[in-house]
């Protein structure tokens, strides 16, 4: 084909003006910038309270906060990774169950039966003078639990 | 196109306006009931009923958390005819579904899809997306326990595409979970970006058709034309005042469903998504996402749009399923396909634990490839068989690979809907 400079600009136009108004549209949709201004970590209570063993549900941060046996923190996610229903927490087992199509997880998040296909996700913690706080706008996605994931008081 | 011998008496604007719909005079066979069935033009009718109860809702709907639902329950309680317009509104959109999609089958099997109107069938698709999408979206409004767990569970599917899913089920959402901005997304597509795409779309797509000639029809030697005016605006006015009936009727016994308001801590047992939706959710229970929610809907996204462009070497347009033999292998994959689904659903639920089994292997061996081989292999079979024994040609055989997609389609989207209970286990 001829190279024509005047389609060549039109093009160029219709190119420029496609990418501006899909950042406008994306920006506008996704709203982006409203909650990321400003970032409040969820204040937990003293680290001291929670008995070992044990799992607190905090539902209005959408996490439990589960203590293990060696006093490390964990704070899962009660999304559940395969549809994002909220799971129960399994009083028998210490594990999880999904309601809504019978995954189940382990005490530590990870999968004991399908369809769910990767552990609950974490979110991190941060223990300053003894208060515990949980960082909820951040959740950390994992394929596995290990140790190091445990935050310790 | 105009006939000399039609009488002198200048047309109505009225009948103007709808001789740039129809031609002044139209093959009889085109206007008989069971060619069409007015599928196309019963969508178009309910579009329109759509807008006008939609504008209606419009004026008492608040689209904020914290008003949404108590906005829907002072239109059903305390405006007069609230309850019916919305049951109207609801009744309407499940139609639309139904019909939209009879229409998408009827101009496939009837063999009006090819070559000149080959542009037109992908218009249809796009609108059939955007249907529901529609549908989707206007889900989400009443803000009750059905609505924002059908929500969560779809946009937790979009996540499980690779790359982008993440990022594009954020960008639906508005954030990382189903909130305000969420809502607010889904008022603006359904009330204003999707009615005015739908708007442009049937344009075009009625154009379309007028160019292609009107409706597909066999070859015929000899042609009967009638006149549009009675014969055809008689019957489209009839099918108008019957739908619309019917819809009133059932608007007054049947109420728009809706549950207790929203609550983000608390899922219903079992959670579905929106039932068109269900073959979808279904099919994420026995295979894993990258089939299910990568591969295999990707590939039927392509295999669709691409249907009229395939080499066909025996096409017999307009004829309902090509040839008899065409309808032999319609019928039979249909059956087949939903039986086979049906017996595999139960397999794998209760007998079939192939990520139990084989726990050593990738989850995507396990529990993607295998079932899926499981599936395709026999119906390959079946396919072949159909070549073999019965000499069916490429028109034939990719009839039956439609029906079979579609057919096993219904079928999970039937047992989702159905037969699933508790935890979503089979109830049998």
Same mark, same amino acid.
């Given at each position: ?29 996704? &709203?982006?910038?409203?909650? @990321? ?28 906060? &589960? ?50 296909? +990767? ?23 994992? &394929? ?10 | ?33 069971? +060619? ?32 949404? =639902? ?29 019909? @939209? ?31 529901? #999408? $529609? %549908? ?51 008022? %603006? ?33 000899? &042609? ?16 108008? $005042? ?57 590939? $039927? ?32 994959? #249909? ?49 072949? =068989? ?5 000499? #069916? ?26 037969? +699933? ?8």
């Amino acid at each position: 084909m001829k190279f024509n400079r005047r389609k060549f600009i039109k093009r160029l136009i219709v190119a420029i003006a496609s990418i501006e108004a899909f950042f406008l549209i994306k920006e506008g949709i996704s &709203k982006s910038d409203n909650s @990321s201004g400003k970032k409040e970590l969820f204040n937990a209570g003293k680290a001291d309270s929670f008995e070992t063993n044990k799992t607190y549900p905090f539902l209005t941060g959408h996490f439990f906060l &589960k203590r293990y046996d060696d006093g490390g923190f964990l704070a899962m996610s009660i999304k559940c990774t395969h549809l994002g229903c909220v799971v129960n927490n399994n009083i028998k087992t210490g594990g999880f169950n999904c309601p809504c199509h019978a995954s189940q997880f382990n005490k530590y998040g990870e999968v004991l039966s399908a369809p769910a296909t +990767r552990p609950l996700d974490t979110f991190p913690i941060t223990i300053e003078n003894g208060e515990i706080f949980i960082d909820t706008n951040k959740a950390v996605k994992r &394929k596995e639990f290990n140790k190091s994931q445990l935050t310790y008081a | 196109m105009a006939n000399k011998e039609s009488d002198k008496r200048t047309p109505s604007t009225i009948e103007k306006f709808l001789l740039h719909l129809h031609p002044q005079r139209i093959d009889v066979r085109a206007i008989k009931f069971t +060619r069409t069935f007015g599928l196309g033009g019963i969508s178009a009718l309910l579009f329109v009923i759509l807008c006008l109860t939609g504008l209606l809702l419009r004026f008492s709907y608040v689209p904020t958390v914290a008003d949404a =639902y108590d906005s829907i329950l002072a239109l059903e309680n305390k405006s007069i005819f609230g309850k019916f317009i919305r049951s109207l509104h609801y009744l309407s959109a499940v139609s639309m579904i139904i019909i @939209s999609f009879l229409h998408l089958i009827r101009v496939y099997y009837s063999q009006s899809i090819f070559k000149k109107r080959a542009e037109n069938w992908i218009y249809g698709l796009i609108m059939m997306l955007m249907v529901f #999408a $529609a %549908s989707f979206t206007g889900y989400l409004l009443p803000w009750d326990q059905l609505a924002y767990w059908a929500v969560t569970v779809i946009t937790q599917i979009i996540e499980y595409i690779p790359l982008i899913g993440h990022s594009f089920a954020n960008t639906v959402r508005g954030g990382t979970e189903v909130n305000g901005n969420t809502l607010l997304n889904f008022y %603006s597509l359904h009330t204003g970006i999707l009615p005015i795409l739908f708007i442009v779309l049937m344009g075009i797509h009625f154009w379309l058709v007028r160019k292609a000639g009107g409706v597909a029809l066999p070859q015929q030697e000899e &042609k009967v034309k009638v006149k549009v005016f009675p014969n055809l605006v008689w019957k489209e006015v009839m099918t108008t $005042a019957i739908v619309v009936a019917v819809l009133f009727v059932l608007a007054a016994v049947i109420t728009a469903p809706l549950l207790e308001q929203a609550n983000p801590h608390n899922s219903p047992n079992p959670s579905k998504a929106p039932w068109y939706f269900l073959g979808a959710q279904e099919l994420l229970l026995h295979l894993h996402p990258v089939f299910s929610a990568v591969i295999i809907p990707l590939a $039927a996204g392509i295999y669709f749009f691409a249907l009229p462009y395939f080499r066909y070497t025996n096409l017999n347009i307009g004829v309902w399923f090509n040839s008899n033999k065409g309808k032999r292998v319609v019928v039979q994959s #249909a059956t087949l396909s939903f039986v086979f689904t049906f017996i595999l659903i139960y397999l794998l639920e209760h007998f079939l634990h192939f990520d139990i089994w084989l726990s050593g292997w990738h989850s995507w061996l396990s529990t993607g490839l295998i079932p899926f081989i499981l599936y395709v292999a026999p119906v390959t079979g079946a396919l072949l =068989y159909w070549r073999k024994k019965h000499m #069916a040609q490429v028109t034939e055989l990719f009839m039956a690979i439609t029906t079979i997609i579609l057919s096993s389609y219904i079928c999970m989207m039937l047992v989702s809907l159905l037969l +699933r209970g508790e935890g979503m286990l089979l109830i049998f």
